[in-house]
Nanobody, 120 residues
Framework: QVQLVESGGGLVQPGGSLRLSCAAS????????MAWYRQAPGKERELVAI???????IYADSAKGRFTISRDNAMNTLYLQMNSLKPEDTAVYYC??????????????WGQGTQVTVSS
């Protein structure tokens, strides 16, 4: 089994910054896809950013130019640096990873979610 543990959420003023982390542990051989999603109250979960195994990145339009997704393969950890935060960025942020286990099974795993609130 694989567990994802998120950290780094909180309350920040508009224009401020936060850095989210997501650490994976368990039966991991490789992680070829890592992503951040978010879900605001009353809305569906939406993709924020993806980083592939070769460090290619894709961002939602709402995140371009303000957010940076990155990964530390040695630590099986995913990051999301969020700058110039806006009230509309308020949501629960979830990490997601596509993991190849040591016994060659493939699974998609979610973190528990971390609340980000942008408010003055």
């Amino acid at each position: 089994q694989v567990q994802l543990v998120e950290s780094g959420g909180g309350l920040v003023q508009p224009g401020g910054s936060l850095r989210l982390s997501c650490a994976a542990s368990g039966s991991i051989f490789s992680i070829n896809l890592m992503a951040w999603y978010r879900q605001a109250p009353g809305k569906e979960r939406e993709l924020v950013a993806i980083v592939t195994g070769d460090n290619s990145t894709i961002y939602a339009d709402s995140a371009k130019g303000r957010f940076t997704i990155s990964r530390d393969n040695a630590m099986n950890t995913l990051y999301l640096q969020m700058n110039s935060l806006k009230p509309e960025d308020t949501a629960v942020y979830y990490c997601n990873m596509r993991v190849v286990s040591r016994v060659s099974t493939v699974g998609h795993y979610w973190g528990q979610g971390t609340q980000v609130t942008v408010s003055s």
